[in-house]
């Protein structure tokens, strides 16, 4: 299972970006995708995630509102829309795959992650 992260860059606070997760060597109604972020010098946190089976959907509380998670069969992608970005989102955005149900599911829970892609939000 690979899973590749992009769309990550620059921008300014209140601004916008769409980021883009595709999966391979998995099949998105069997593994729960979850979006993960981590700033520097802190820890990785939970930003998102959607489960396999329902697409039932999960936000942290700080990007509930402004960040919005959906998936592509299609093109086998899980995609995360950011808006209203604001400095404290700077981070990596890494996501993961996993087998346990995301609603529950710990970070120790995804087995396969992506390599990140980075996110500045700065004025």
């Known amino acids: 299972v690979q899973l590749q992260a992009s769309g990550g860059g620059s921008v300014q606070p209140g601004g916008s970006l769409a980021l883009s997760c595709v999966v391979s060597?998995?099949?998105?109604?069997?593994?729960?995708i979850g979006w993960f972020r981590q700033a520097p010098g802190k820890e990785r946190e939970f930003v998102s995630c959607?489960?396999?089976?329902?697409?039932?959907?999960y936000s942290a509380t700080p990007v509930k509102g402004r960040f919005a998670i959906s998936r592509e069969y299609a093109k086998n992608t899980i995609n995360l829309q950011m808006n209203d970005l604001k400095p404290e989102d700077t981070a990596i955005y890494h996501c993961?795959?996993?087998?346990?149900?995301?609603?529950?599911?710990?970070?120790?829970?995804?087995?396969?992650w992506g390599q990140g892609t980075l996110v500045t939000v700065s004025s």
């Open positions: 060597g998995a099949n998105l109604d069997r593994y729960d």
């Open positions: 959607m489960s396999s089976g329902d697409g039932r959907t």
């Open positions: 993961a795959a996993s087998l346990e149900e995301c609603g529950v599911a710990t970070r120790s829970d995804y087995d396969y």
